[in-house]
Each structure stands twice: as C-alpha cells, then as structure tokens.
C-alpha cells in the first residue's frame, strides 16, 4: 500500500511539472532573422505571456476599434501599481508608445516586445522612474489585412499590414474628428494615462540619404514657451548625442517628395490632426520615429528599439525638469489673453544640419521620356544644407473667459467629453451678450480627405449681441488643462477645427427663401421705406457689372439686408464670453 503511495505521488508530480507552461520570450522578428515582423495575434499573445510570468507588466483590453477587435493598453512598472493616478502620485513619469499606426510600418511594434522583455529580464536597466505605457497595435483592422505588396518603397518585412483601418480610414489624420472607434479609445486610453513624453513609431518616405533614424518631434515654436524650448534645446540635442554614442546618426525628418534633400527642406508641420499635434493640446512632448524605407528591416527595428530605449534614459535623468516645465506652461496658458493658430515656415530663420546624403542626378525616364530623379548610393556625401525648423503664427485670437455651445451640437459635445473638457449646463434659459462669428467667406477641398471635404480661407465677422441661450446648454470656461484642445476645435479658423472638418455644415445652406414674383413688389416696399439702403444697392449696381447684370443676386442682396433673412444662415453657433 505504502508503494501505491509513493508510486501516486511521484505520478501527480511529475504530471503537473508536465503541465507547466514553458515560455519563449524569443520574439517572431528575432526567430525570422530579422526578416519578418510579428502578427497581430502573435503580439498579443506576446504580451500576454510577459504578463503572466512577470507581475510588473499589466494587459488590458480599454475599447473598441472597427476592426471588432478590442484595443489593448500594456504597462510596464517596476512597482507593480497600474492605476494611472496613483502613478502620478507617486511622481513617476509616463512614456507613451504607439505602435502600427500604420502597420505596413511595423518597426515599432516589433522594437517594442523587444524592449519590454529585455528591462523585465534585466538585459537593459529598468526605469526607476519612469513608466512606460504602449498600444501593441493601434490600427488592428490594418494588421490583419496582410500583404507583401502595397508597401512599393520599403525594404521589409516579407509581409506587413495595410495602411487603411478596417473602415480604410488613415488614423494618423483621425485624431480631432474622430470618425474611428480606434480614434475614439485612443482619446480615453490618452487621458487615462495623461503622458508627459508620447512616441509614435513610423517609416519614412520620400528621399534617399544614409540615416536609419530620422526624428520628427512636434514643432517647438508651435508647442511653444517652456515646453517647446526644452524640447528644442534640450530634449532633441540629447537624444541626438545619446545615440551618437552608440553609433546610431539621426537627422530631423526628410520632409521632401521627389526633391533632392541637399537643396534643404523645411520641418514637418504636425497640426492636432496627427498623431503628435493632438498630443500637443495637452502639454505633451511629442515626437515620431521616422526610419528610412528602404534601411533592411532589422536595421531598422534595432535602431527604433535604441531610440526609445536613448528617450527613457533622458526622461529618467530630465524628469524632474519635464514634470516642473509642464506645470509651469499650463500656468501661463491660464494668464495669457490671447493664443497663436495655424503655423508656417518662418523663411528668416534656419538651422544648418551636416547632411549625410547621396549624390542624385536628373536623367531621362525610359518609361515616360521625361526627367526622373536617380540616386547613386555608390556616392555618399556630407554637405552642409539649410533646414528650416522655425515657424511663426498667422492668426492670433483673444482667449476667451468661455465657450457656450447649444445643446443641439451633441456630435461636437459628445467629442469634448471624451476628450475630458469640463463643461456646465446652464441651469435656466438665460439672455447673455457674447461675441458671436458670422462666416463671410470660405473655400472648400474639390478632392475628399479622409471622409470629409475641409474648409479653409475662413474668413469672419464679429459682432457682439444678446443671445437667449436654453436650460441645458453649455458653458465651457477655458481655464482648465483642455484650454488649447478647447480653442484649437472651437476657433472656426484653426486648420483643424470642428468648423473646418465639417461638423457645422449645415449652417452653410439657407433653409428659408423667397419667390421672386412675391419678393419683388416686397422689395420695393423696402427699398422705398429705407432711403439709405436703396443708395447702398443703386452704388453696387454700379459697382459691380456682374451684380448689375445678375436680376437674381440683386433680389438675394436686397432680401439678405431684410428683416426676412434667417439668423441662422453663416452664424458660428458656438459663442464666446469675455
């Protein structure tokens, strides 16, 4: 009986050792030489499996996407806490990485698992005070479209994701209008984690040169103050000397199509559209890595996974520093009067980069008989060229002490909620003189852009008036950390505001109008009980060939001037308090 025992206990020993799990942290990209880049599932799984084995890493399925598929947030902390708040609290820094954004650009996601495996195994130093948080994937629908063909310019992987999401929605154009469910969770994951330091992995297109690495960090001038002079005299010189440390040259972002780079070229302007301009509303340094296409894939990866690894070293040593910086700029934000829109190259001022390029010539195509350009890799070179990094504001507004906004604009309402906007109802019907915008002129895109056909040219009139507002509608005062998301969306002039994307469409078209045969003996009446009006229309007759010749345009203006013309016609219904 005593060897029944025995012989049963050896046997439930052995089997549950059997039983166990054996984890391979070799990750799909290593296995492949390099070659080819992880699968959605094969990430997630990834991660996964990090998180049963090592308590300081935590998955979490936060939201929708339109793939059907839910997005995941994974964190990493050596002090096992992931409840954001207390995160903060305990003055930790927060690095946020976003990856497959678009996912034929796979570098990140691959340099990622890469790097949360070797600070859990103790290859790299862990973080003491910084937290990192990732998006294994954001543009899940895109991943699981694989393909080896779409990506024409890019030298790997064997096979990789489709740029379009599931709805074939571009994300890194998404994140204002948010049309996307991914756009949606990603703006609660954001606020959620409230990072200081955010990256974005990409690949580049457009020119040829030596670099692996290019950085395309959010403009300073445009990020602006304290922030924006960190970032460009501290963050960005750093992060270029900590990698030429370690052999990895970097340039700024090649911002050129078809055009050779030595000729020089401006920065790329990253309005709240993209990926690091919304990152900017809310006071965080934001960059993207950019590798050159046409690098072999595992270079590539290599030198994503020792730029993110270089960002954390600084972010630990300068974290103090961002953390005060970051304070002090919403600070000044709240006693500035007035806020700088819509950026552009300031030609006066430049910075000159040691280029490292390749000699190209202009020869005739075989194909078309036409000028191609042609690089020769056979020649490199090193030449001194002009960058210009350094932008100026073209429209300046007064910042209001608030925003009121009807109630009836619940798709504009509904965004600034999840984009935690602190809003108030007002609590009875109620009469307020406000400064009130009416469009007088716009230009719209003849091509669709994502959805939509933007606005642009906008051009105002103010005016000041008492306007019955409704119980329920809201109130919006601009003091609070959404104040540049707020004035950036609710300013119809910004690039990107709600106006320009199309979320106030139907003030454009005049709902009420006029017969003719009716409007005329009218028209008469008014013109002849409003002397100085009728000398105003007989001078544009003048004036104007095409509005004397136009029977129609002369009835319209004479109708638009009358008390019969709808209110509602061109009005901005967002109005501001002083």
């Not at 991943?143 to 990506?151: A, M, V, Y």
């Not at 009728?534 to 060939?545: G, N, P, T």
Request: aromatic share 12%.
């Amino acid at each position: 009986m005593r060897k029944v025992l025995i012989f049963l206990i050896l046997f439930v020993s052995c089997n549950r050792s059997s039983n166990k799990t054996v984890y391979n942290f070799k990750t799909h990209f290593e296995k492949s030489n390099g070659l080819e880049t992880a699968t959605y599932q094969q990430t997630i799984k990834f991660y996964y499996d990090l998180a049963e084995v090592y308590s300081e890493v935590s998955i979490k399925s936060v939201g929708e996407t339109d793939s059907g598929k839910p997005l995941h947030l994974v964190t990493l902390n050596i002090d096992k806490v992931f409840d954001f708040s207390k995160i903060r609290a305990n003055n930790k820094r927060i690095l946020f990485i976003n990856n497959g954004i678009h996912p034929g650009e796979s570098d990140g996601i691959d340099a990622t698992m890469m790097l949360f495996r070797d600070i859990l195994q103790n290859k790299i130093e862990a973080p003491k005070n910084t937290v990192l948080a990732t998006i294994p994937i954001y543009n899940i629908g895109g991943s699981l479209n694989r393909n080896s063909t779409t990506r024409t310019n890019q030298n790997g992987p064997k096979e990789y994701g489709f740029r379009g999401n599931a709805r074939n929605y571009d994300l890194n154009r998404d994140f204002i209008k948010c049309d996307t469910k991914n756009a949606k969770t990603f703006t609660k994951v954001f606020h959620i984690i409230k990072p200081d330091v955010f990256i974005d992995n990409h690949v580049s297109n457009g020119a040829n040169y030596q670099y692996t690495l290019t950085h395309l960090f959010t403009q300073h001038n445009k990020l602006g103050g304290d922030l924006g002079n960190y970032l460009h005299t501290d963050l960005m010189p750093k992060l270029e000397h900590n990698l030429a440390k370690k052999q990895w040259n970097i340039t700024p972002y090649v911002n050129v199509f078809n055009k050779v780079p030595e000729k020089g070229f401006s920065q790329f302007m990253d309005s709240p559209r993209y990926s690091t301009g919304y990152t900017t509303l809310f006071n965080c340094l934001g960059m993207m890595i950019e590798t050159h296409m046409l690098k072999p894939y595992k270079k590539r990866v290599e030198g994503t996974y020792e730029l993110m690894k270089s960002m954390i070293e600084i972010i630990e040593d300068d974290g103090e520093q961002i953390s005060k910086i970051r304070k002090t700029v919403l600070k000044k934000l709240y006693n500035s009067k007035s806020y700088k829109l819509n950026w552009e190259v300031d030609t006066t001022k430049n910075t000159i980069l040691n280029f490292k390029g390749f000699e190209a010539e202009t020869i005739k195509s075989t194909i078309t008989g036409f000028e191609r350009l042609k690089y020769d890799t056979t020649k490199p070179f090193t030449k001194k060229i002009k960058y210009q990094n350094y932008f100026k504001p073209s429209l300046n507004i007064e910042i209001p002490s608030a925003y009121i906004i009807p109630q009836g604009w619940h798709n504009v309402i509904d965004l600034l909620k999840i984009n935690q906007v602190e809003m108030h109802n007002l609590e009875n019907d109620t009469t307020l003189k406000v400064e009130t915008y009416k469009l007088t002129r716009y230009e719209t895109r003849k091509m669709s852009y994502e959805g939509h056909y933007l606005h642009y040219n906008i051009e105002l009139k103010t005016n000041k008036k008492n306007i019955e507002f409704r119980k329920g509608d809201y109130i919006i005062y601009t003091k609070q950390e959404a104040i540049r998301y707020i004035l950036e969306t609710l300013e119809p002039q910004s690039v990107d505001s709600f106006f320009s994307w199309n979320f106030f469409d139907t003030i454009l078209q005049q709902k009420e109008g006029f017969s003719p045969y009716v409007w005329e003996d009218k028209s008469l009446e008014l013109l002849n009980n409003n002397p100085k009006l009728k000398e105003a229309f007989e001078h544009r007759k003048k004036d104007l060939s095409e509005f004397n010749n136009n029977w129609y345009a002369q009835l319209d203006w004479l109708f638009k001037q009358s008390e019969h013309y709808e209110n509602a016609h061109m009005q901005y219904p967002v109005y501001k308090l002083k």
